[in-house]
Structures are given as C-alpha cells and as structure tokens.
C-alpha cells in the first residue's frame, strides 16, 4: 500500500485496541427490521424460519472465530462473547467489529433462501454492531440475563398482542390498548382464558431465545450417538484455518461443535455446567 | 430493551463520537479474496464482473447513505467519503461503520448471482471496515490520489506478471523473479515487446479503478437524454427514507444520481469540476 | 520499567495518539478558585494581580513549548492553542494534557509570591484541563472569539454587579435582582448613571483578556528599544531544551519572545497580523 | 459559557468516560527530575527529605479524593489506585487526571520548602499523569507488585553504585563498568565486603518505597494512643466537601485517616489485611 508520496496519509489510521483482560461482547441488530419482515411476509408473533436463519449465521460466526464461546439470538439480534483472553487482530476494534457484523450479514444473506424458500429476498438487509467490554464474569452474567429476560417480555407482549390481532379481531391500535398497564401474570390470563394458550407450553426457542454453546465432541458422538441439541449437525471446523485459530492448530486439538439450545441462561445451572465460559483463558 | 435489573449493564457502552468537521472515510476491505477468487476461478489479473459487483454495491452504499459524496473502488477494496457536515447517527463511530460494512456485504451476496451467474458462490465472502478523519481537503484529496496510485502500481505490476504466466509461459516464481526490480518504463516495455500488449490502451477500469460521484440530473436526462457515464442506469431514491436523508426530504429535492467513472482523480479537473464535495456543508 | 514476571501489567497502557493535522487547544480551569479567592480576598470584580500571576504561568508554559502559538486567559482559566502540525510526544494525549497542566500549577504556587507578596498562600490550589481538536483555522477563531465574548459578558455583569454591592450597598442577593433580565445597553447605564464607571475606559485587561503571543524579535528591540506589549520583559528561552523543541534547535533559530497584550481577537486584525498562527505548519 | 453565536464549538469537546466496573490506577511521573535532583543536590543515592514530599503531596491527593484506596511511591514517581466502583466526575478521564496531577504538583511546590528548608527551588517542577485501567483485583496486585519490584531493583542498584563512587572512589563509569552483568546477589555482596553494608538493614523506605493507605481510626487513637505507622499524624478530612465525597458525607462516616508504610506489598499479608483496597464497591 505504500510507494507514492500520497503515503503520508496512513498516518491519520490511529490505533484503537481493545482494553485487554476483558471479556468483549459484540451485539449484531438488524437494520429496519421491521420493514423487512413486512415485505418478507414474517409470521406473528415469531417467524421459527427466520430465526433459524438468524441461528445459522451465528454458527457461521461462531465457527469461524473460535475465540467466542457463547451466543445469545432473539428476534433479529444476536449477542457473541469472546473469552477474556482473546487476543484476535491484536483486539483492534474496528477490525474484530467489522469482520464479525460482516461475515453474520453475509451468511443472513447468503442462506435466506435455505429457509425461506418461497419468500425470495426483495433487497439487501443489514446490520449494525457494537463491541462492549465487560470486565468480570459477573457482569457478563448479567448481560445475557438482561437479553433474556427481554426476550421473554417481548415475547409475552407479542404473543398476546398478535392473539387479540390475528385471533382475536382486535386492530392494532386496540391490542395495545388492551394491554396497557396489565402486568405479566394479567397477560397469561388473557391468553389463557380468551385463546386457550397455555404460555408455557410455547416452543422454548420464543421463550427463551437462542443459545450456541460450543461443545467438546466425545469419539461416541461422531459415530453416531444422539446429541441432545435440537439441532444436532455437528460442525467441525474443516475450513481453512482462521486468522482467529492459527495457534490453536499447533497442539492438538479437543474436536467441539457449535451446540444451540434454548434453555434458561439466567440462573446458575447453565453457567456452573460451562465454567470455561468464563475462565480466564 | 430496559425493564430488569440487569439493565444497568447498559451503562458499559461508551459514546463514540466522531470528531466533527472533518472528513471520514470509510475503506472496507475484502477478507481472504485472495482465496475466493481462487475458488470462484475469477479471471487474471482482473475478473471485470467482480469489478462490476464491487462498483454495484458500492452505488447501493451510496444510494442509501446521501452523506457520501465520493466512493472509490479498485480490486477488492472501496472508500467511501461523507462530506464533512456529515451528522448521520450524531457521528457515532461503530453505528456507521457496522451499517455501511453491512450494506455492503449484503449488497455483494445479493448481486452476486447477476455478475457472476455460472459461477455459484460457495461460501460466504465477509469484508472488513474502517474510517480514518481528515481534517482538511488537501488531504482528503491526497488520500484518494493514494489508492489510485496504489491502483495502478498494483494493476501495471497484475497485468506484466500474468501476461508473463499466462502468454509467456513462466511459472508464478518465475514471474516474480522477472519482474524483481523493475521500474514502470521497464514493465511497459515487457508487456509491449513480449506481448504487443499497450499498457495505456488497456481499459480504464484497470488502470484507473471505479469513482462513483452524486451528480445533478436535469428533466432532459430524465427523459431520456443519453448519459456520459459508463453505467448509465440512473438511481433515483425511491425507497422509504433512510435515517440519513429524513432532514434532506423537508425541502424540494435536486435529484441526482450515483454515476460511475473510470478516469484520473490526481489531478485538479475532476476537483474542479465537483467542487461540492470537499465544500464545509 | 522492566525486569520483573509483573512487567506485563504495561499492555493495559494503551496508546492515545491525538488526531494529526488538527489544532490543539488545551484548557485550563481553576478548580473551586471561587473559594480560593474568598479565602485570599482576591479584590471585586477582578483581582489585577491575581490575573498577572495567571499571564506568568501561561507565560512559562509557552517558553517550555514551543508548539503553543497563542494563549489566552481570562479569570482562573488559560487557553493555549498549538500549531497545526505540532508533533511533541508524538501527540500522545495524556501526556501533553498532563505536562503543561502540571506546569502551569507548578508555577502559578511557585510564582504566588510575587504578585500577592502580603497574602500567604493558605492551600494547595489546583488546576483541571482538556484538550480539544479543532480541524480548521475558522473554528479555531470560532473558539478565541467564544472566550473573548465570554470575558466581556462576564466582565460586564461582574462590574456591575459590583458595584452595586460595593459601591451601592446592595446585597448579593439584590444586586442579582437588579441585573435579572438586563441586556448590555442597560448594564452599561446602570455603571454610568448610578456610578459615573465609562466601562469602555475600564482596564483593556478586564474587559479583553489576556493574549500572549510569541513574537519575533530583531536585534533593535534587543538593544533596548521599547517594546510595544505592557509587560516587556523579553524571555528568551535560556533553560535546557524541553523535548518540544530539540529540532528547532538544529536550524539557526529566530530569537522570539511571549508579548502580552490586552485587544480584540475577534475581528480580522489581529489574525491579519499574525498569519503563521493559523499556518499549516 | 453559552451566549454567543461561537458557542458551537463546545460541540467539538467529546465525552471520554472511563470504563466502569474497573480499577483506574493514575501514576503520576517526575518530569526532567534528573536535573531537578541535580541543580537541587539532591543526596544520593536517597534523598530522604524530596522523598517526604514526595509522601506529602500523595497524602494531599488522598485526602481530597476519597475514592483512592491505596498509594505508592517511590523516587519521583506515585501510583494511586481508585476503588472499582469510583464515579468521581463520572469518570471522565481528562478531569479526573488533570485534577489530581495538578493538586499533586500544587502541594509539591506549596510544601518544598517545609523539607527542603536549606534549598531554595530555583524553578517551576513539573508531573505527568497517565490513567491505566485495569479489569480485575489480580492484575492490580500484580502492577503494584511490578512497581514495589522496581523498586528494590533500581534501589539496589543506584545503592551499590553510589556506594563505589562516593566511598570507592570510582568515576561513574567506572562504577557502570563494576555493576555490568552482576545479578542481585553479588551486589549485595559487594556492597557487605567492600563497604560493611547489610543492604537489608538500610531504611525500609529506600528498599520498599512509600505504601498509603486509609486506615480505619478508632477512638482509642484519636484521644491519643500511639499510632503504628511511621508518620503519626492523623489527617481528619476537616477541609470542605470536595466533589469526590459528597455522597460520603449523607451517611455517618467513619474516621479514617491516611497511613504510611514501607513494607512490602507483593506478598499476601498486606492484601489479606486490606481486603477493601480489591472489594466490588
């Protein structure tokens, strides 16, 4: 890139490291979603396919850089933590922000059609994204916590709202008004008593959000045992080494897969079960 | 997004505003090409249609984004110029970058298929991102002379060493080894000699890379009249406003349309020429 | 700094390199100077010695930096603007930001003295400061004309606030009274009328500001010719050389001096006058 | 500071808050002290009394800020340590260092005289301040580990040399020349067979630096009984409010007052003793 007198000017590329020591999290949002899930024609309250597409590109991320080890989706967002310790593109912000928000858009994109079929895509969507630094374990529980419990409170919210729309006959307009201050136990009630849904008994994945995990593989789960993940492709990571995992490659490596559940990550039991999640390394 | 008592871990995002009045630029940057053009067996030393997608998402950038005034691609990086007032998202550095990154990659997958349409994309191509402040015009302009200087360095040196691979029969290593300290009069002279091939005839897009410009249309055009630039498609903004143009929408619009050249920006003509887009506002 | 298993606590310095080609100014405020002059019975409205002990630390500070092109203080706060492509420690931001604050307090205890001999200094007073980035030498005028329209507003009302107190046996509380709502004209009559105080024949010092400039000095002025400024005493830069300006030193350097003066620096004239201020280099 | 039309630029002043939840550490360093040490003959290799005011100037900085939990110092340097979860100018990093690098270059000036009694200051001293932040309790331990290691290093180091220069009668290049490649041990021997010095009998001060911190007083102490640091005065915080304690003053607060020690901190005790200094909040 240099060899002309016009060189001078790489010298306004200021540098810009992350804090080291801290545990990054990199949170993707969709663009104007809400436009593109009209024109797509989205399923209300929740669209299962395109949160399965949400859930791809995710895995996509995830298997590329190894150094997140946990990912949290609801709706058309997604949540990536890189252990404390990572030190990929020297933890240079733009870089590790850019690539990620890149490759996620790219594989949305990319795999539209693997899920929506019959929905072709229209125009382009996109994203934005954050790094955020959290500097101990604690903290970082209690931003998935903060993800979660929002997914459950809008997804409480939309599926009552949608049952007084779509069920119910009510507009818009008169949805939100039938809500208004009613708190979460009055909602259940409605949609209980009015449309005979048991709220619990809705598929976890709109509960509860998305949860990829990276999972060590046993030799029994490659040759054939069920994985308990409800989506059970193994994804070994036979691409081209990574910028992210050059070193990793030099010793042998303990084979993992990219697991997604969709479970309770508030309380202790998910996270007491993943300590390395956390660890310092 | 608020509403828990976790909420408070929103207080680790940090703003990140950019410096006003100056000029950003936003370069993005192919990851791995290298790679993909080996996979998706794009032609030596230039593949034009690669060129034409890069140009295309670029133009969806700029269509989307009314701040950028100037964009300048070759190979498979482009750069993208706000004007200096730029005040999209009050300058806060991650939410542009990420948006812009994004829209660009979508837009490549996307299109992918319109330029390339017997070579099926295999994997997910992902870019990088960055955007460096200038503070003044001279050296806005000194940073676009740097990629079109670095635009020819590379292609001049591209065109000899695949001519000298694929015409004159040498092995990559060969080729290097040819061209080991060369000077330009040196690598006409080969291509001339060897291969009756004149540098200068070959197609502007090479040697000169992409510049995409907001121009003012007139109702002549509109009607019909023939544009001079190469890709005449006009673009007018149909879609619903961005978050970039609500303010530009209050007062009667001059329309304009992104039109894409390959000719000299070093030089004084075209900076005079287009004076708007080193103006303060 | 070396040596040691703990060394590595150094990656957590990050680098803070300010913005090249724009302008520095750095600020300075004292902190809580309301009560430091209570408790030092600093005279009303404006204490002129108090004022000269500020000019004198801001005067050292231009001779130890060489990159400060103009200064200008009005009550407990100090502007120093550097010149455009001023390069000391590498522009690394706390490192500048730190060494002329902690020069500047340095010398207003050291020199207190002798500009408030009969009034021992009581405590430790302190200083805060920033540095801002302008990118242009219009706001950078836009800036000294914001401080110098500062000092006048705060100047008048400060006038005849006190005299309404001191002279007219109001209280503070009255006096504030009075003045709620008046515009300049109608401070201007009150300081006439009730006074007999012309305000623009007050001190060009109170109502102006302090500007230090650096001069260049030619050999007349240096036999003895007298100086223009009110405060003529020349100081040439005698001391070892600071790291700002050890280049400098390599050339045949022009011998120039800090002048003080009392003017306007909002109109054209003084700029006029004084071109390499704003100068690119 | 508003008023004007040129109040604009305030919008170029950008936020630069510090990350929460980590612990700031803000060392401040002697500038040029080499020569101040020489043009004030300073002795070698300790001066006990520029040390004192070293001690004195940090206790000043800590009794105005009382989010500092522990000092240290040694030669013409001191590191403060802020509790995790301080918010003192909601931490904005500009003020927080140009503040207490300031206040601390005000008392080292203000106090020079109380220990340097026979040697006039014959110019303005001057600090620089740089903010690390560091993410969790072990990396703290592990800087002020490297300081207190830096510490007895240099210490031994300058001792043995100024030992054969002042008592050996070597020229100091000689005594650079004795000192090259020598490992600790055979310093310490150099120093016990050519000189009778048992470097672990010299002051603690001079080999373990200066260790502040607040300290819980009992009413027992405040009537009278003898404290067990080395410097005995008690500092009750008598002085008005700063900024940094107003909160502090709503609830019933306990005494503390400011303590000296020089005693080694790299070890567990002093940590286990002082479990507050690393505490959440």
């Known amino acids: 890139m240099a060899g002309s007198k016009f060189a001078y000017v790489r010298n306004f590329e200021l540098p810009d490291p992350l804090l080291p020591g801290t545990f990054m999290v990199l949170r993707i949002d969709g663009h104007a979603f809400h436009r593109l899930s009209e024109e797509h024609n989205f399923m209300k309250p929740n669209d299962e396919r395109a949160l399965q597409l949400m859930d791809h590109a ?30 990929l593109y020297n933890r240079r912000e733009a870089k590790i922000l850019t690539t990620v928000t890149s490759l996620f858009t790219s594989s949305y994109v990319f795999n539209w059609s693997k899920y929506l079929s019959d929905t072709p895509l229209k125009y382009c969507p996109s994203f934005d994204g ?7 374990p604690s903290v970082v529980r209690d931003y998935f ?18 049952a007084l729309v779509l069920q119910g006959g009510q507009t818009t307009t008169e949805a ?15 949609l209980f008593s009015r449309f005979g849904i048991n709220y619990n008994e809705l598929p976890a994945r709109f509960r509860k959000g998305s949860v990829l995990v990276r999972e060590e593989v046993s030799d029994a789960v490659e040759t054939g045992d069920a994985p308990q993940a409800d989506q059970a492709i193994s994804t070994p990571t036979g691409e081209p080494a990574s910028v992210s995992d050059k070193k990793a490659q030099k010793k042998p490596r303990v084979r993992t897969t990219v697991e997604l559940y969709h479970f309770d990550i508030i309380g202790d039991e998910f996270w007491d079960g993943h300590s390395n999640i956390l660890a310092d390394s």
């Open 130 to 136: 954050r790094i955020v630094l959290y500097p101990s």
């Open 145 to 162: 916590s903060w993800r979660q419990a929002d997914t459950h409170i809008n997804n409480l919210y939309n599926t009552v709202f949608w």
């Open 176 to 190: 939100h008004a039938t809500l208004r201050g009613t708190v979460s136990s009055q909602k259940h009630e409605i």
């Open 58 to 87: 995710a895995r996509d991320v995830m298997n590329e850089f190894k150094d997140i080890v946990l990912a949290f989706g609801e709706s058309d967002e997604y949540s990536f933590l890189f252990r404390r310790s990572a030190s």
